[in-house]
């Protein structure tokens, strides 16, 4: 389950965007109606801007099943009202590695495929960010 604490809160209240994180697995999903719950309340009362820019799926298993699944859940569930990002987060005992050392995966293993996974997310949010702002900027100079 997601931290729902005054951190969380605060994030919330003085961020434009929020991308959820979702792990590959099936309690994880059940966990998105509180998050969005949440997500709408900080919006109502605290920050009428906020909102979801995706959903981001980690601990990602290709070789399993159940990530197809999951996937697939989320695709079905909200795939029409928030972008599931294309980019997946793999499972890797680097992170737990990088953890363990007060590290993050970049200064640990910077070739390892979870921190590619990460710079191809990065290029994805960066690339959606674009793609937003050119919209908006059309819309305006009409």
């Known amino acids: 389950m997601p931290s729902l604490g005054m951190i969380t809160i605060n994030a919330l209240g003085a961020s434009d965007k929020v991308i959820i994180p979702v792990e590959s697995q099936f309690l994880a ?64 005992i680097k992170v737990a590695e990088s953890t363990s050392f007060g590290k993050s995966i970049f200064s640990y293993d910077k070739n390892s495929k979870v921190a590619s996974a990460y710079q191809e997310f990065a290029k994805e949010v960066v690339k959606d960010g674009e793609k937003e702002h050119s919209r908006s900027n059309a819309f305006y100079s009409r």
């Open 29 to 92: 999903t059940k966990g998105m109606k509180q998050l969005i719950n949440t997500v709408l309340k900080v919006r109502k009362n605290i920050n009428p801007n906020l909102q979801i820019g995706g959903m981001l799926l980690t601990l990602v298993e290709q070789r399993t099943n159940l990530s197809r699944q999951i996937r697939q859940e989320l695709q079905e569930s909200y795939g029409t009202i928030f972008k599931l990002c294309d980019t997946q987060i793999p499972r890797a």
